[in-house]
C-alpha cells in the first residue's frame, strides 16, 4: 500500500502529525508527507492511500485543502481511498468544529466514501504544542489505515 500524506499547517502543529502519519505507514510501501502547497502532478502515480489533513480554523478546513481536494480529478477520486485528520482543541467537537469532519463531507459529495473515521489530534493552545502522546496516537490511527485498507482493498494469498 502506497500512500501520499497532504497537508496544510500554520503553525507546525498538524505537519508534526502528518510525518508521523507518513512515517508509519512507511512500514507498509511507500510513504510521505507533502504540504499542500508542494504536491507535485506525478506525487500521485501508483499511490493506494490519499491521507489529507490540516488544522481546524474557524470551524472549518483550511482554503488550501479544500481548494486542493476540489481540483482533484475524477480518476483520481475513484481510484484512490481517502482518510481525512485534522488538529485541534480538546473540546467537543460541537464546541470545536472538526477540519476532517469537513473534509468527510465535502469528499462524500465528491461520491467518495473514506476508508475510516476522520481523526482529530489535539493542540494545548493555537500554536500548540500537541498534547502529550497525540504523536502515538497518530502512529495508532495510520496501523488503523492500513488494517482496514488491507481487509477491504488487498487480495487475501490463498497457499497452494
Ligand atoms: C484563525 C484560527 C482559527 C481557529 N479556529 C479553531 C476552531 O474553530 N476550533 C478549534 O478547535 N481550534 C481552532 N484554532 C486552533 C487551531 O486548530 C490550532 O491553531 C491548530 O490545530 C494548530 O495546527 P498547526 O500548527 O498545524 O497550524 C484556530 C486557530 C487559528 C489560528
Known amino acids: 500500500m502506497n500512500s501520499l500524506v497532504v497537508y496544510d499547517s500554520q503553525f507546525g502543529n498538524t505537519e ?4 508521523r502519519i507518513a ?3 512507511a512500514a507498509y ?3 510521505r508527507a507533502v504540504r499542500v502547497t508542494a504536491v507535485e502532478p506525478n506525487a500521485f502515480d501508483a499511490i493506494d492511500l490519499l491521507v489529507v489533513g490540516c488544522p481546524t480554523q474557524a470551524w472549518n478546513s ?3 485543502l479544500k481548494n486542493f481536494i476540489a481540483d482533484l480529478d475524477n480518476a483520481k477520486l475513484k481510484r484512490l481511498r481517502f482518510a481525512e485528520f485534522d488538529t485541534r482543541f480538546d473540546k467537543p467537537r460541537w464546541l470545536t468544529g472538526s477540519a476532517a469532519s ?3 463531507n465535502q469528499l462524500r459529495r465528491l461520491q467518495v466514501t473514506s476508508l475510516v473515521a ?3 489530534f489535539f493542540v494545548t493552545a493555537n500554536e500548540g504544542p500537541l498534547a502529550a502522546g497525540e504523536l502515538e ?3 495508532d490511527w495510520a496501523n488503523e489505515l492500513y488494517d482496514t485498507f488491507h481487509a477491504q482493498c488487498e487480495p487475501v494469498a490463498v497457499p497452494m
Open 16 to 19: 508534526k502529525i502528518a510525518q
Open 23 to 25: 512515517e508509519t505507514l
Open 29 to 31: 510501501g511507500k510513504a
Open 62 to 64: 483550511t482554503p488550501a
Open 102 to 104: 469537513k473534509l468527510e
Open 118 to 120: 476522520p481523526a482529530s
Open 137 to 139: 496516537r497518530a502512529a
